[in-house]
């Protein structure tokens, strides 16, 4: 089933083809979609051309990085700058260090997009009991996620009294210091707004949320000291500035932690909404391939095994 057939099934004609119980599913997936659009046409207006460009990049980039990984976010920069610097976000009376902040901003948003695009715009919707259980997560960093991550770039979505919203979930392969992240960008606006999704990286190693978020926020703290020329000395004793921030980071993250865990183990029990509608399914999740015909996504359920 192509993409805009694949969108007749959750046409709002159609609703009454589903059963009562389900009725919230082609509302979300409405919802969802719609967002994702705005988000895509943004990047698109702010960024002519810019995700066939950073195809190409990944094509050339060839097997130089992780399977896993769509593009490194460093260079999703470069692309940003050699071919649309006067499009960076900028702000009246930034310093230098905020003017990279903000180009840095705009990379990382473009990776997220990117790499959702790129793996064939799948959404994810978790089952409200597995919500809960993932709430309740704990801790710990799960840092073999890049050896199960089903797809460069998932959306989870969640139905919301304004329509849906959700997060982009991806990996990224830093490869000065050969190292691998989670990362995370709510999508949780209001209105879809490409300038208000924060990405939130997080270190992969550390063995617990908490940790993984000290050494981010370190890193962090020594790629300022790079862009400035500076060098500082960070206070890492319980209490301190880095303590704080980092546990509230892994406080505001361990549920996508666990999140990401979870979808990319065998856990799950996940199928194709459309299913629902009396459809054919599209493929078997994960899908071995990006279906690249339209641009509509493919919204999957997942919950509990059995």
């Known amino acids: 089933m192509d993409r805009d057939t694949y969108a007749k099934s959750f046409a709002k004609r159609r609703d009454g083809e589903w059963a009562e119980m389900f009725q919230w599913v082609p509302r979300m997936y409405r919802a969802a979609a719609s967002r994702l659009e705005?988000?895509?046409?943004?990047?698109?207006?702010?960024?002519?051309?810019?995700?066939?460009?950073?195809?190409?990049?990944?094509?050339?980039?060839?097997?130089?990085?992780?399977?896993?990984?769509?593009?490194?976010?460093?260079?999703?920069?470069?692309?940003?700058?050699?071919?649309?610097?006067?499009?960076?976000?900028?702000?009246?009376?930034?310093?230098?260090?905020?003017?990279?902040?903000?180009?840095?901003?705009?990379?990382?948003r473009l990776q997220a997009i990117g790499a959702w695009r790129s793996a064939g715009r799948h959404m994810?919707?978790?089952?409200?009991?597995t919500l809960l259980e993932l709430r309740e997560a704990g801790d710990r960093m799960p840092a073999d996620i890049p050896q199960r991550w089903p797809l460069h770039g998932l959306y989870v979505v969640s139905e919301a009294p304004n329509g849906a919203l959700g997060a982009f979930l991806h990996l990224e392969w830093n490869e000065l210091e050969q190292r691998a992240e989670l990362r995370i960008a709510p999508d949780v606006a209001p209105t879809a707004s490409l300038d208000r999704i924060p990405v939130q990286p997080l270190h992969l190693e550390g063995g617990t949320?908490?940790?993984?978020?000290?050494?981010?926020?370190?890193?962090?703290?020594?790629?300022?000291?790079t862009v400035l020329g500076t060098e500082t000395l960070p206070d890492i004793s319980p209490g301190s500035a880095v303590d704080d921030a980092a546990r509230m980071i892994a406080k505001k993250n361990a549920f996508w932690v666990a999140a990401a865990d979870w979808l990319a183990s065998d856990r799950p029990t996940t199928f194709d909404a459309a299913v629902l509608a009396g459809n054919e399914p599209t493929a078997d999740w994960p899908p071995a391939k990006a279906q690249d015909t339209g641009r509509a996504p493919v919204l999957w359920l997942a919950g509990p095994a059995g």
């Open 124 to 129: 994810v919707n978790i089952h409200d009991r």
């Open 209 to 225: 949320v908490t940790e993984a978020a000290r050494r981010t926020v370190l890193s962090f703290q020594a790629g300022v000291d």
């Open 38 to 108: 705005k988000l895509e046409r943004q990047a698109e207006r702010q960024f002519p051309g810019v995700f066939d460009r950073l195809e190409q990049e990944r094509d050339a980039a060839g097997d130089t990085i992780p399977t896993w990984c769509w593009l490194p976010v460093a260079r999703v920069q470069q692309v940003l700058a050699d071919h649309y610097a006067h499009r960076t976000t900028k702000a009246s009376g930034a310093t230098r260090q905020g003017l990279a902040v903000m180009a840095a901003g705009d990379a990382a």
